[in-house]
């Protein structure tokens, strides 16, 4: 009687759960696999993986640039989030003068919209009346204004550099709860065996925090493969595709195209990619842990 009692009060976040989670992604999943496609809902029936060869053999969107463009993306942008928020919690862990209202302002970044963030970083980098452009040729160091999200070339690193910007918050919070939980009688420790600074973060800080640096990675990492808002907002995945990511591409073919069963598709693309990557993300880092 206990346990029903327990299952009776869990029993409405079971169905909200169901309602808004597991049955539309049932759904999504079994819509990768029909010709869904808005144009002709009458014909709506099974093609099998005729949706995913579409994708892949697409003659007009190069499948495989939208990979790489997903890899360079992710790898870039976590790399440079991890390593800038991680600083961040370092310079914040002791306290001064101020702390608090710095790291509201900090902090503030991560709790705006990113497609409005994109819209503003999209005016800073625009090749005509753009901030870094207008401050670039007071410095000298340019001639002409450069096309920063009209040239191919640079692109992918305006976008890149908008989303570190946007994601460095969000590891400096993390991180810097996990160090304010690292006892200060390890650093005394570490300092009697003739440990310095540097040797204390790596012989003491990373290893403490390692558990919240795995999860935070992870978590960022399938939030950023899933984060079309700031691309969308400031290139719409151009030009010449070389700022298209899956994410983006999913989004141009359900509300461009109206095609729901390759858009599905995609999104199953995405999900079988981020599950292989979790498994052997996890056991690696398991591992690790093991071998210490």
């Known amino acids: 009687m206990r346990n029903r009692w327990y299952l009776l009060m869990m029993a409405p976040g079971f169905i909200l759960l169901a309602l808004f989670l597991y049955i539309p992604l049932f759904m999504g999943v079994v819509m990768a696999f029909q010709n869904y496609n808005m144009f002709n809902l009458t014909d709506l029936h099974f093609i099998g993986l005729e949706n995913f060869t579409a994708i892949i053999t697409d003659k007009t969107i190069d499948f495989w640039q939208i990979l790489i463009n997903t890899a360079v993306w992710l790898f870039f942008s976590l790399l440079f989030q991890f390593v800038l928020g991680f600083g961040l919690a370092l310079l914040l862990k002791k306290p001064f003068a101020g702390r608090s209202i710095y790291s509201g302002f900090v902090f ?5 919209s990113g497609f409005a963030i994109g819209l503003v970083w999209s005016w800073l980098f625009n090749g005509q009346v753009g901030l870094f452009n207008d401050i670039l040729m007071k410095l000298h160091l340019i001639d002409s204004p450069v096309g920063f999200l009209s ?3 640079y692109a992918m690193v305006s976008v890149i550099i908008t989303n570190i910007w946007y994601g460095v918050p969000f590891f400096g919070i993390m991180l810097l709860a996990a160090l304010q939980s ?3 009688e390890l ?3 570490a300092v009697l065996d003739g440990c310095g600074p540097v040797k204390q973060l790596f012989s003491v800080t990373i290893p403490y925090i390692k558990p919240t640096i795995i999860s935070t990675i992870l978590l960022r990492t399938m939030w950023i493969i899933n984060f079309p808002d700031i691309i969308y907002a400031m ?3 151009g030009p010449a595709n070389s700022t298209n990511i899956l994410a983006t591409q999913m989004i141009n073919k359900v509300y461009k195209q109206y095609d729901y069963g390759q858009g599905s598709a995609i999104g199953v693309i995405i999900m079988l990619l981020l599950l292989i990557y979790a498994v052997i993300y996890l056991k690696l880092t398991n591992a690790n842990e093991d071998n210490i």
């Open 108 to 112: 503030y970044a991560w709790a705006l």
């Open 151 to 153: 040239n191919p070339k």
């Open 182 to 184: 690292v006892p200060n």
């Open 187 to 189: 650093y005394e420790a």
């Open 235 to 237: 290139t719409n995945g």
